[in-house]
């Protein structure tokens, strides 16, 4: 019984610790999806720049 009871009580600290939690609301989700994805689009763009570039200079050294 020493398990059922040792579970037993995980359950309820889980149960406890997630009423602790202060969940988003549906607009801060949605203002930070907003915000990764702007990120995503310029650290992609920035990166295709730089891999341009490189390229470019390569070519140009092997000639």
């Known amino acids: 019984m ?3 009871t040792q579970f037993r ?3 309820l600290e889980v149960r406890a610790e997630v009423r ?5 609301t549906r607009k801060d989700t949605t203002q930070t999806t907003i ?3 702007s990120m995503v689009i310029v650290v992609s763009i920035f990166l295709w720049m730089v891999d341009a570039i490189l ?3 390569i ?5």
């Open 9 to 11: 009580d995980y359950l």
């Open 20 to 24: 602790k939690v202060i969940w988003p």
């Open 35 to 37: 915000v990764v994805f």
């Open 55 to 57: 390229a470019l200079a």
């Open 2 to 4: 020493g398990r059922v």
């Open 59 to 63: 070519q140009t050294v092997i000639g």
